[in-house]
C-alpha cells in the first residue's frame, strides 16, 4: 500500500551525507546525518517502517551506495540533478534541506532518475575515458613542444606536424643554453610516454571491444563512414550498452543534446544553440565523425573491409546514412549555415541512424 511506504532523500558528498525520509502513514519526518561511507546510510534505510523508497542525486560519488543498498535490498534511485525542480525564489540552499526537498519530491513523483550501469560497463567505460585523458594529455604536451620551439624562432617547414618526418627533426633541434636543452628533452620524453601510454590503452580496449559482450553492436556501428573500433564502442559504453531503452532514435539525439533549445511563451517560440546535455564525450565522438560526410558517398577499401559478414539490412542503413548526411552537409552550406551548425545538424542525423542500426534485429 502506497500508505506505509516511506520515502527517503539522501544528500551525498565524499565526507558527510544528510538523509530525510517521509513515513507517509504518520506524516513523520525523520533526520539522520553520516559520515564517510554507504554502510551507515544503508543500515539507516533498513531501519525505516514499512517498505522504503530512497533516492540521492546522481554526482562524483558514483554509484556504490546504489549498489549497497541494493545487495542490502533496498529500493534506491539515482536522480539526474540537473531535473530536479527547485523553487527560483528558493535562495537558502543546505545539504539538510536537500534531502528532505528529494523525499518530498520522490513522494510526489516528480524526480527523473538516471541509467545505473552494470559494473562491467562501468569498468569498460573507466577504461575508454582514460585514453580520452591520455589524448587530452598528449596534446597539451605536443602544443608545449610546439609553442617553446616558437618562442626560439624555430618551425616545422612541412605542412604537417607528428609524422614520421617531424620526430627526426625535432631530435635535430639543439639550443644555446645547456638548461633549454634539458627543458626541450623533458618535453620530448612527455610526448614520447604519452604516445606510448595512449597506444596502449587503445590497443588493451581495441581487443575488450572484440568481446562477445560487446562486439556484435561495434561491428554494426563500424559499418558507418567515420565510426571505427574505438569510436563504437566508445558511444555503446556511453550508452550503457543498452540502445533499446532509447524507443525512438529522436529520444537517443535529444538525450545527447543535439536538438536545438527552445524557449516558447504565447506566440512568440525561438530556438537556440543544441542543449548539450547528456554525454559530452558521446556528442564530441558524433560531431567528429558527422565531417567525414561532407565528402561525397563512397565505400573504400578500409570501410568495405569493416563492412564484411554484416547483415545487408544493416548496410543498407549505413549507405542510406551516407547519401542522407551529405546531402544535409551541403544544403545547409549551400544556404549559407556555418561549417559548425552543419556539422552539427549530421551529428544529430548519424546518431538516429546509428541507433537504427544497433537496435535493427
Not at 627543458?183 to 612527455?190: E, G, H, K, Q, Y
Not at 553492436?217 to 564502442?233: E, K, N, P, S
Amino acid at each position: 500500500m502506497t500508505g506505509m511506504v516511506t520515502y527517503a532523500g539522501l544528500d551525498v558528498h565524499a565526507r558527510s551525507t544528510h538523509a530525510a525520509a517521509i513515513d507517509v502513514s504518520t506524516g513523520e519526518l525523520l533526520r539522520a546525518r553520516f559520515g564517510p561511507g554507504v554502510e551507515e546510510p544503508v543500515a539507516w534505510l533498513q531501519g525505516l517502517p514499512g517498505p522504503v523508497r530512497a533516492c540521492y542525486e546522481a554526482g562524483p560519488t558514483g554509484f556504490g551506495l546504489y549498489r549497497a543498498a541494493s545487495a542490502a535490498g533496498v529500493s534506491v534511485e539515482v536522480i539526474a540533478p540537473g531535473k530536479t525542480p527547485r523553487g527560483p525564489s528558493d535562495r537558502v540552499k543546505t545539504d539538510r534541506k536537500d534531502a528532505e526537498l528529494l523525499a518530498r519530491l520522490l513522494l510526489a513523483g516528480s524526480l527523473t532518475t538516471v541509467v545505473v550501469p552494470p559494473v562491467e560497463v562501468e569498468a569498460a567505460r573507466e577504461l575508454m575515458r582514460a585514453h580520452d585523458a591520455c589524448r587530452r594529455d598528449l596534446m597539451t604536451a605536443r602544443h608545449r613542444v610546439s609553442k617553446m620551439l616558437l618562442r626560439h624562432g624555430r618551425v616545422y617547414p612541412e605542412s604537417s606536424t607528428w609524422t614520421v618526418a617531424h620526430p627526426r627533426w625535432l631530435a635535430a633541434q639543439q639550443f644555446q643554453e645547456a638548461v633549454s636543452d634539458l627543458v626541450f628533452a623533458d618535453l620530448i620524453a612527455s610526448v614520447d610516454g604519452l604516445s606510448a601510454r595512449k597506444a596502449a590503452i587503445a590497443e588493451r580496449l581495441s581487443r575488450l571491444a572484440e568481446d562477445e559482450a560487446w562486439w556484435p553492436t561495434v561491428a554494426r556501428l563500424r559499418c558507418f563512414r567515420g565510426v571505427d573500433t574505438l569510436t563504437a564502442f566508445a558511444l555503446d559504453l556511453e550508452l550503457g550498452g543498452d540502445w533499446q531503452r532509447f524507443e525512438r532514435a529522436s529520444a537517443l539525439s535529444a538525450w545527447l543534446g543535439l536538438v536545438p533549445s527552445l524557449h516558447q511563451s504565447g506566440e512568440s517560440s525561438h530556438q537556440g544553440s543544441i542543449t548539450k546535455t547528456g554525454s559530452g564525450f558521446a556528442r564530441r565522438l558524433l560531431v567528429e565523425s558527422a565531417w567525414h560526410y561532407g565528402r561525397p558517398p563512397r565505400i573504400g577499401v578500409t570501410l568495405q573491409n569493416r563492412q564484411l559478414g554484416q547483415p545487408d539490412h544493416v548496410l543498407q542503413i549505413a549507405n542510406r546514412a551516407q547519401h542522407r548526411l551529405h546531402r544535409v552537409y551541403h544544403r545547409m552550406r549551400s544556404r549559407g549555415k556555418p561549417h559548425n551548425v552543419t556539422v552539427v545538424a549530421c551529428a544529430r542525423e548519424l546518431a538516429c541512424f546509428l541507433w537504427a542500426a544497433a537496435t535493427a534485429d
